[in-house]
């Protein structure tokens, strides 16, 4: 099944107590186009570049299959830039530059041959903007959708009307907490989907992951990385994974679901041990399975 991706495009400059990184590729969209390219084609890519794109990202996207029509290119624009610096808790970063350039005007625009993608993920973009994508697909059978901090804090009234259209919600810890008020993960997740959303997904980072679907919790574990180099995108690659088993499978049963819940920490797993999407770039379908199963084995025991 083809899953079609709506979020950011940008260039990135990242700088982590173990190295810095200027001009790689970031942005939602990047990363779980990227990710759900080794579950399933085609990839379908909305989003928005200036003329200054690099010509071997667009190389890239297209070595991965990643179907590129929705992307608009704004030559006399710049692509959306973002500097940030990590602190040795990784959970914490400064924003030191944000550059919206292109990206604050976008309006996605999703091409005629999109229209009947079956699965959908939405990157943390403005919850108004997720909206007019939704509004112009046909009956998808999955919407995943992820949001973050400044949409819940500036959007609020916005982001609850759209979390109602989404059939997974996923957001962390943090986001959680702050959304609902409540400082108990299972308190603010039962006030969460009495907001509307219908299947939940909390991510923890290092701890990871807690799953609210049908009537049911599930509990994830993280995958324990000796060396964790940039946390960026980790939770795009998260959802990612999710969505991207979904559609591949084309099974939204509780099992599969909770399976997707685990293939998206893996994919996250992979992105956190280098760079931008570099901890992306060789990987292949044979390396996500084994370290799928050792995720199982993390959390195997005997009665």
Known sequence: MS???VGSVAIDDI????????????????????????????????GVVGGDYPPQAI????????????LEVIKEGRTFRWSGRYHYDLNNRDTLSLNLNVFEKFDPKIPESYRKTRYICLGNIDPVLQRRVLEQVERPRLVVGDTMNFWIETKRDELLKTMSLFDAFILNDSEARLLS?????????RRIREMGAKTLIIKKGEHGALLFHEDQIFSAPAYPLEDIFDPTGAGDTFAAGFTAWLAKTDDLSHENVKRAVIYGSTMASFCVEKVSVDGLRDLSYLKIQDRFREFKELSRFDE
């Open 59 to 70: 190389e890239f996207l297209n070595e991965r299959g990643i179907d590129l029509e929705g």
């Open 3 to 5: 899953i079609l991706v």
């Open 181 to 189: 008020g409540e400082p108990n993960l299972l308190k603010a997740a």
């Open 15 to 46: 700088e982590t107590p173990f190295g810095r990184a200027d001009n790689v590729l970031g942005g939602s969209a990047v990363y779980i186009a990227v990710a759900s390219s080794y579950f399933t084609t085609p990839v379908r890519l909305v």
